[in-house]
T-cell receptor, first 113, second 112 residues
């Protein structure tokens, strides 16, 4: 772990509730990436953000999902009205500059019951 | 769409045997990266390959990038039980805003 902090590590939500996942990048890193991993699958790109800007959200579902990376504070991945199919591990990664090595956090495991 | 295919999906070996996992891309990559993920853990960066035909070594691990920059392999010599985990390749396509496209990974188990 190169210092990317994610919380909560585990989150249980009932269908229809909201899930908020937080990511604090490595100190000095201004680029944040969110990936989703389903059981026994590879990681799927969701969104790439720089401070206050969404650079690429081509992997985000069109509805219920949103992400932000404010000037101050952690990046937030928000999932509204969760459904069982949202159950997955959500990994955040950060880099100092685009194109640099990215470092992953330990992930947030979301379970929707 | 742009995809990265990785085989095999699973590999079980006896300790001391060699192991290889392969990745193939549908189109040319600007670079390819390799990660290791232990069960219940997070992906840990191993290496990045950028140049056509590049070969890099890390102790018992050898990484290769094909001449056409469309395929790559990771070879582990004389596996140890500590090598257990899922190995992912992740390709960066030109113009992709530096997002990585991951293969599905190869789960390596090692019998002591």
């Amino acid at each position: 772990n190169a210092g990317v902090m994610q919380n909560p590590r585990h989150l249980v939500r009932r269908r229809g509730q909201e899930a908020r996942l937080r990511c604090s990048p490595v100190k000095g890193h201004s680029h944040v990436y969110w990936y989703r991993q389903l059981p026994e699958e590879g990681l799927k790109f969701m969104v790439y953000l720089q401070k206050e800007n969404i650079i690429d959200e081509s992997g985000m579902p069109k509805e219920r999902f949103s992400a932000e990376f404010p000037k101050e504070g952690p990046s937030i991945l928000r999932i509204q009205q969760v459904v069982r199919g949202d159950s997955a591990a959500y990994f955040c990664a950060s880099s100092r500059e685009s194109g640099n090595t990215i470092y992953f956090g330990e992930g947030s495991w979301l379970t929707v019951v | 769409g742009q995809q990265v295919m990785q085989i095999p999906q699973y590999q079980h070996v006896q300790e001391g045997e060699d192991f290889t996992t392969y990745c193939n891309s549908s189109t040319t990559l600007s670079n390819i990266q390799w990660y290791k993920q232990r069960p219940g853990g997070h992906p840990v960066f191993l290496i990045q390959l950028v140049k056509s035909g590049e070969v890099k070594k890390q102790k018992r691990l050898t990484f290769q990038f094909g001449e056409a920059k469309k395929n790559s392999s990771l070879h582990i010599t004389a596996t140890q039980t500590t090598d257990v985990g899922t190995y992912f390749c992740a390709g960066e396509f030109t113009g992709s805003n530096y997002k990585l496209t991951f293969g599905k990974g190869t789960l390596l188990t090692v019998n002591p």
